[in-house]
């Protein structure tokens, strides 16, 4: 049997989620691809940190050369968050012959063509599925099975924090910041929640889905992005009255003059399937000229869910390096 020796960047939430995600379906993965997959090194600081998984201390180092440059490696996995070291860490592993899997939105989004590019340079592999909409498998979608369709319109729920906040401010009749509050309680929210409810981080996702769907490079930075922070419970209930409800939603469409694309909240009728994706829960809405509608949905985050998605893109992989 085939061993594929995988390399791991960061061993937190996610990296915990994925490493967990390997352990306890071993044995399917392992009878589905015939490949025995191991994670024998693993680059973190805190490696006295409790974490529900089995380590052995071995397997830990703080040197990210052990890992990028070694050659017994095949496969990286990048989970460090942030766009630097972790662009960095990616460039260096691709040209040292690694494929590259991520969940990185920010990097993703702010190196996309340096990214993509260095990987055919390198005749590597890089993927990042999880980088948009945690477990929500739909950038494999929009790449392969839906590949024959021009693309007209995507809108997406891309943010479980955002949309957690203005579920409960229409379910309860709280405030924005009595809802945010207790969101960041139930772990739903950070401490400094501005990445999530100024709607950067679904501009990163949003960047990533243009490159993929239109063929367009538009950088994070580029795209009207507007958050959550002014909506009011007037809105709200206005919303309500008129047989709908606000949501943070992302779009990008096809018009007469190109492509228009924005981030910000807008009112989503009833009847629109978005309408009734709640709490924390994600989703994106594609129309293409042949399939039509289709909406994905599931978790948007989390390390079980979106180290589901990591490893799918690792076992892509490694049945490729076996064939």
Do not use: W
Not at 115 to 132: G, M
Not at 244 to 270: N, Q, S
Not at 300 to 319: F, H, K, N, Q
Request: net charge negative.
């Amino acid at each position: 049997m085939k061993k594929i020796n995988i390399g791991l960047l960061g061993m937190g939430n996610i990296g915990t989620g994925t490493y967990k995600t390997l352990e306890m379906n071993r044995k399917q993965i392992t009878e589905n691809t015939g490949l025995e997959l191991a994670i024998t090194k693993i680059l973190e600081k805190d490696v006295a940190r409790k974490r529900d998984v089995t380590v052995s201390p071995e397997q830990f180092t703080q040197e990210p050369d052990a890992v990028l440059r070694d050659p017994g490696i095949d496969i990286i996995i990048e989970l460090l968050g942030g766009i630097e070291p972790a662009t960095s860490f990616m460039l260096t592993a691709m040209e040292n012959g690694k494929h590259v899997v991520t969940a990185n939105k920010a990097a993703v989004a702010a190196n996309y063509e340096k990214l993509t590019d260095a990987a055919k340079a390198n005749h590597v592999l890089f993927r990042f599925e999880a980088s948009v909409g945690g477990g929500i498998p739909i950038l494999n979608a929009l790449t392969t099975a839906l590949l024959a369709n021009e693309y007209e319109e995507i809108l997406g729920i891309l943010n479980g924090t955002t949309n957690y906040i203005l579920t409960k401010m229409a379910e309860d009749g709280r405030p924005y910041e009595d809802v945010l509050r207790e969101a960041q309680e139930k772990g739903f929210a950070e401490a400094d929640p501005t990445a999530d409810v100024e709607g950067h981080d679904v501009a990163n996702k949003l960047s990533i889905l243009i490159s993929l769907v239109f063929g367009k490079r538009v950088p994070p930075q580029e795209i009207p992005t507007e958050g959550i922070t002014g909506v009011t419970m007037r809105d709200i209930e206005k919303a309500a009255a008129d047989g709908g409800k606000i949501k943070l939603i992302a779009t990008a469409r096809r018009t007469g003059d190109g492509l228009e694309y924005h981030v910000k909240p807008v009112f989503v009728r009833g009847d629109h399937p978005l309408a009734g994706v709640n709490n924390e829960f994600n989703a994106i809405f594609v129309k293409g000229n042949a399939v039509d509608q289709l909406m994905f949905y599931g978790k948007g985050a989390g390390a079980l869910p979106t180290g589901s998605a990591v490893m799918g893109d690792v076992i892509e992989i490694a049945r490729a390096i076996a064939k």
